[in-house]
T-cell receptor
């Protein structure tokens, strides 16, 4: 596709359930980021993938959060045993490899935990 | 601790005026700084990138300055238009790091 695609666009779940959020980056972009944005707040870094290198997981808030990137393309962010404080917009971005590269963002997944 | 600060209050200006947004940071040595625009319900969109050895960057009606002594970046929109109304986010990254850290953004409202 022409841009970064995220699905679903909205997800409502019950506390304690697991959720999976998907990100399909721009073709050829080997770098992929996940961020979280709470209402009225800035973007909180979660995890970064670059090619076949080990991901930078330093932003994951707890061990309930995990992410994988299969085949260097599509990425899935999984939140286990969701809590109400996990409610936020989860944004995925991709870029060309290297530093000083601009990020291309998807429209995000709005997660609501009831 | 490391901080990136942007005005949390909305900036409300008249169409045609210049909007100036501020991004201050502490305990960072950024190699470069980026500005993004975010509209409601959408992901941020890249606007400009400025490196630590650059003082100023321009693109059409946009201008960014970067003062590593003051630890501050200013983002200017000249001849502002109502369509410029959005939230503007600054983001920075340290030397050798791929991690881009964002400020909380400033909302700009341009009145017709």
């Amino acid at each position: 596709g022409a841009g970064v695609s995220q699905s679903p666009s909205n997800k409502v779940t019950e506390k304690g359930k697991d959720v999976e959020l998907r990100c399909d980056p721009i073709s050829g972009h080997t770098a992929l980021y996940w961020y979280r944005q709470s209402l009225g707040q800035g973007l909180e870094f979660l995890i970064y993938f670059q090619g076949n290198s080990a991901p930078d997981k330093s932003g994951l808030p707890s061990d309930r959060f995990s992410a994988e990137r299969t085949g260097g393309s599509v990425s899935t962010l999984t939140i286990q045993r969701t809590q109400q404080e996990d409610s936020a917009v989860y944004l995925c971005a991709s870029s060309l490899p290297g530093t000083a590269k601009k990020l291309f963002f998807g429209s995000g997944t709005q997660l609501s935990v009831l | 601790s490391q901080k990136i600060e942007q005005n949390s209050e909305a900036l409300n200006i008249q169409e045609g005026k210049t909007a100036t947004l501020t991004c201050n940071y502490t305990n960072y040595s950024p190699a470069y700084l980026q500005w993004y625009r975010q509209d409601p319900g959408r992901g941020p969109v890249f606007l400009l990138l400025i490196r630590e050895n650059e003082k100023e960057k321009r693109k059409e009606r946009l201008k960014v300055t970067f003062d590593t002594t003051l630890k501050q970046s200013l983002f200017h929109i000249t001849a502002s238009q109502p369509a410029d109304s959005a939230t503007y986010l600054c983001a920075l990254s340290s030397t050798g790091s791929y991690k881009l850290i964002f400020g909380s953004g400033t909302r700009l409202l341009v009145r017709p």
